[in-house]
C-alpha cells in the first residue's frame, strides 16, 4: 500500500517553499552549528594569536631553531586558511538564517525547487539541490 500525504498536505514536489514550522527547525539547526562553528573559529584564533607569541625555549640549539620556524610557519598557514574557512563557514550559514527571515531558505538558486529536507538537514546552507549541483559538473 502506497503511502499518501496527510490531507492538505503538499509533497515537496508540490511545494513552493517550507512551512513556518519547518523553518523553525532549520533556524534551530543552524544557529546551534553557528554557535558551534563560532567557537571553533575562537580557538582557532586564539591558537593563532598564541603561536604569535614568542616562546622563551633557552634549551633549542642554532639550527634546531631554524627547523622549527619553518614547521612552525607551516603550522601557522594551516591554521589561517581553516580559520579562512570557518569564516566563511560562519558567513554562510549567517546567510541561510537571512534567507529563512526572508522567506526564500530551501529554495534552489539554480532550478527554484525544493531542496529536499535531508540535503538541508546534512548541509544546511546550501542555495542548490543535488541535481543542480549535478548540471554544475557535467
Given at each position: 500500500?502506497?503511502?499518501?500525504?496527510?490531507?492538505?498536505?503538499?509533497?515537496?514536489?508540490?511545494?513552493?517553499?517550507?512551512?513556518?514550522?519547518?523553518?523553525?527547525?532549520?533556524?534551530?539547526?543552524?544557529?546551534?552549528?553557528?554557535d558551534?562553528?563560532?567557537?571553533?573559529?575562537?580557538?582557532?584564533?586564539?591558537?593563532?594569536?598564541?603561536?604569535?607569541?614568542?616562546?622563551?625555549?633557552?634549551?633549542?640549539?642554532?639550527?634546531?631553531?631554524?627547523?622549527?620556524?619553518?614547521?612552525?610557519?607551516?603550522?601557522?598557514?594551516?591554521?589561517?586558511?581553516?580559520?579562512?574557512?570557518?569564516?566563511?563557514?560562519?558567513?554562510?550559514?549567517?546567510?541561510?538564517?537571512?534567507?529563512?527571515?526572508?522567506?526564500?531558505?530551501?529554495?534552489?538558486?539554480?532550478?527554484?525547487?525544493?531542496?529536499?529536507?535531508?540535503r538541508?538537514?546534512?548541509?544546511?546552507h546550501?542555495?542548490?539541490?543535488?541535481?543542480?549541483?549535478?548540471?554544475?559538473?557535467?
Amino acid at each position: 500500500m502506497a503511502h499518501k500525504p496527510a490531507q492538505g498536505v503538499a509533497s515537496s514536489d508540490e511545494r513552493t517553499r517550507y512551512s513556518e514550522e519547518e523553518l523553525k527547525e532549520f533556524e534551530g539547526l543552524i544557529n546551534r552549528k553557528l554557535d558551534k562553528a563560532k567557537e571553533e573559529y575562537k580557538i582557532l584564533k586564539d591558537t593563532l594569536n598564541r603561536n604569535n607569541d614568542e616562546g622563551t625555549d633557552a634549551t633549542s640549539g642554532g639550527n634546531t631553531k631554524v627547523l622549527e620556524d619553518g614547521a612552525e610557519t607551516a603550522e601557522k598557514e594551516n591554521l589561517s586558511q581553516l580559520a579562512a574557512r570557518q569564516q566563511k563557514y560562519i558567513t554562510n550559514l549567517e546567510n541561510a538564517l537571512v534567507r529563512i527571515k526572508n522567506g526564500t531558505y530551501g529554495i534552489c538558486s539554480v532550478t527554484g525547487k525544493l531542496i529536499p529536507k535531508e540535503r538541508l538537514i546534512a548541509v544546511p546552507h546550501t542555495t542548490q539541490s543535488i541535481e543542480a549541483k549535478m548540471m554544475q559538473q557535467d
